[in-house]
């Protein structure tokens, strides 16, 4: 009778614990893009006001959609024009940065994309309408100027898709803190789910990355908790064209945001020197 009792016992406490992760299966499978992306919002009138501060202006499509912010350098000697791509916290606001540690070692209009749902920018976070806010981005600029991608963290996985879908127009790429796909980045973070089957959105950087030759350089964190690096190594190896890595063995995720100048200098200098040149996007020497 006692053993009876207590295997009752313990099917019921199967039974409860199998139906509560079931329950948290169907929970995080329905709100799971509320767990993949975090962006910060707030009107355009206040980030107008930060933008300009850092001689920003709201960057639009030619039926006045806005798409992100410009900074339209100085020199008269640029050397094209770069997107950037960013990660996941914040907004492209909190981007502004970049600009004077690249353009002080390759003069360029930078270009900061804002995704959909971010920002002050209209829509939801998805891949598919990242990808699409993204393509549009590179059809307003890929004319006339020679085009690079610098990306981060969620972002390199749009960045790959660009890569992927424009081989012949985007000169050379910046990959900070990427991963191979966003299916072995769930997996690293939530072990105890099924997350081939769960996942809607999963950023295959290494299926679009392959259809790239261009110069790739990656940027990794030795101490990254959220994207682990061997994530970004397995994206690095896979890879076949021109290539270069750094790894900060002491750095976190966040910590690889702001660079010396000298690291700009020799990314520019990698680039340059694996530079497939096109007549026809090759920049003049003055604007």
């Known amino acids: 009778m006692l053993k009876s009792k207590l295997g009752r016992a313990v099917l019921r406490v199967i039974l409860f614990l199998s139906v509560s992760y079931l329950g948290l299966l169907l929970f995080v499978f329905i709100t799971q893009r509320s767990f993949i992306y975090h962006p910060t919002t707030a009107p355009m009138e206040a980030l107008a006001k930060i933008a300009d501060a850092k ?56 270009y900061i994309l804002e995704y959909p749902g971010f920002g002050a920018r209209k829509g939801s976070p ?111 190896e896979s890879y076949q064209g021109p290539k270069q890595f750094w790894e900060i063995p002491e750095a976190g995720h966040d910590d690889l945001l702001i660079q010396p100048d000298a690291w700009w200098t020799e990314l520019a200098a990698f680039w340059k020197t694996n530079l497939v040149r096109d007549n026809a996007l090759t920049p003049p020497e003055t604007q």
């Open 55 to 110: 001689g920003f202006k709201p960057w639009q499509t030619d039926t006045g959609e806005f798409m992100g912010w410009e900074y339209l350098g100085k020199s008269r000697r640029k050397h094209g024009r770069l997107l950037i791509v960013h990660g996941n916290a914040g907004s492209a606001i909190d981007r502004l940065a970049y600009a004077n540690a690249l353009t002080n070692a390759q003069p360029m209009d930078i």
């Open 126 to 236: 998805s891949e598919q309408s990242f990808y699409q806010a993204a393509s549009e981005a590179v059809d307003s600029l890929k004319a006339k100027w020679p085009l690079y991608i610098m990306a981060e963290s969620l972002g390199t996985g749009v960045a790959a898709y660009l890569a992927g879908t424009y081989p012949d127009t985007i000169r050379g790429m910046l990959f900070i803190a990427p991963y191979n796909n966003l299916t072995d980045v769930a997996r690293a973070q939530m072990p105890y789910f099924p997350v081939n089957w769960m996942l809607w959105d999963r950023f295959p950087s290494e299926t679009y990355l392959a259809k790239y030759h261009g110069p790739v350089a990656m940027l990794f964190a030795g101490r990254d908790v959220v994207i682990p690096n061997r994530l970004g190594h397995k994206l690095y």
